[in-house]
């Protein structure tokens, strides 16, 4: 089934260690999309790629990058996690049409815990 | 940038009634109104959409109605099973390609 893959489901990294989060789809969309989500909050957007055209959202902190290698794949790298940062992080692709605002698909997203 | 506010926040209802919830945004320029299901452990999953040409639209069980002239947009759904349990969210876009901004979400209780 064509779908959005998240990988690792769980993430445990110590504080200021660099992790990587990895996102794969099936769907070949041209947009994806990460969110980060926490607990009893609504997901709110990172950055997303547009093909290969990266788009930050303006309160995105520096600490978190963003690289898509090819159509298929996505990864958020989070350069120095503080405790603030443990959340679920969910990756999303959506096909952009001439139609206008096209549905996302999301993955089962990352939880992120931080120690 | 869109303002959204979404309401109840909790919404409790028994099995076999009806739940409504109401999301109000800002934009005027904002074109298509999605609600999003998520469940414990899942990622949101789009169960109903409209666009601005529409005034309602239904599927089943579930319905979103929206008045462009007040801003609000909302979700219903009929005779409520244990499966609807679940945080809802909207999500007003004017299009393409941009990220979404969900509202706060509601948790919706079916109760036995």
């Known amino acids: 089934d064509a779908m959005v893959i998240q990988n690792p489901r769980y993430q445990v990294t110590q504080f200021g260690k660099p992790v990587t989060l990895s996102c794969s789809q099936t769907l070949n969309h041209n947009v994806m999309y990460w969110y980060q989500q926490k607990s009893s909050q609504a997901p709110k957007l990172l950055f997303h790629?547009?093909?290969?055209?990266?788009?930050n959202e303006a309160d995105t902190p520096d600490n978190f990058q963003s690289r898509r290698p090819n159509t298929s794949f996505c990864f958020l790298d989070i350069r120095s996690p503080g405790l603030g940062d443990a959340a679920m992080y969910l990756c999303?692709?959506?096909?952009?049409?001439?139609?206008?605002?096209?549905?996302?698909?999301f993955g089962p997203g990352t939880r992120l815990t931080v120690t | 940038g869109e303002n959204v506010e979404q309401h109840p926040s909790t919404l409790s209802v028994q099995e076999g009634d009806s739940a409504v919830i109401k999301c109000t945004y800002s934009d005027s320029a904002s074109n298509y109104f999605p609600w999003y299901k998520q469940e414990l452990g899942k990622g949101p999953q789009l169960i109903i959409d409209i666009r601005s040409n529409v005034g309602e639209k239904k599927d089943q069980r579930i319905a979103v109605t929206l008045n462009k002239t007040a801003k609000h947009f909302s979700l219903h759904i009929t005779e409520t099973q244990p499966e609807d349990s679940a945080v809802y969210f909207c999500?007003?876009?004017?299009?393409?390609?941009?990220?979404?901004?969900f509202g706060k979400g509601t948790h919706l209780i079916i109760q036995p």
């Open positions: 999500a007003p876009s004017g299009g393409g390609a941009d990220g979404l901004t």
């Open positions: 999303a692709t959506s096909r952009d049409g001439l139609a206008g605002a096209i549905e996302q698909y």
């Open positions: 790629y547009y093909d290969k055209d990266f788009n």
